[in-house]
């Protein structure tokens, strides 16, 4: 069974940073593999933040506007996210997926959470003003 754990949120004021690290078991880094990282505000849907492919490509959401950096080291089975110029509007639990890419995917369809099967318990990230 894949195992998911997110660490590295926290509280901060806004323009500072955060790195997200999320410890991955039990999956395999096939070249379809998938992993993302999606986020939810009390009240509020949840939302795909960044993903990343098996060869290191990836993709973020529009509100990120350069501000986050995904990535992963495989051979520590861990995905980061690297967070800066925090905002008060990016407090939210964040959490990381992994899945698969499917054969007909588009960059869009890869931050959408059907396409994730496993997911971590997330961790909160507060940025106050």
């Known amino acids: 069974q894949v195992h998911l754990v997110e660490s590295g949120g926290g509280s901060v004021q806004a323009g500072g940073s955060l790195r997200l690290s999320c410890v991955v078991s039990?999956?395999?880094?096939?070249?379809?593999?998938?992993m993302g990282w999606f986020r939810q505000a009390p009240g509020k849907e949840r939302q795909g933040v960044a993903a990343i492919l098996s060869d290191d490509r990836t993709t973020y959401g529009d509100f990120v506007q350069g501000r986050f950096t995904v990535s992963q080291d495989k051979d520590k089975h861990t995905l980061y996210l690297q967070m800066n110029t925090l905002e008060p509007e990016d407090t939210a639990m964040y959490y990381c997926?992994?899945?698969?890419?499917?054969?007909?995917?588009?960059?869009?369809?890869?931050?959408?959470?059907?396409?994730?099967?496993?997911w971590g318990q997330g961790t909160q990230v507060t940025v106050s003003s």
């Open positions: 039990e999956y395999t880094y096939d070249r379809d593999a998938l």
């Open positions: 997926a992994a899945g698969r890419k499917p054969w007909n995917w588009g960059w869009s369809s890869l931050l959408q959470s059907p396409l994730y099967d496993y």
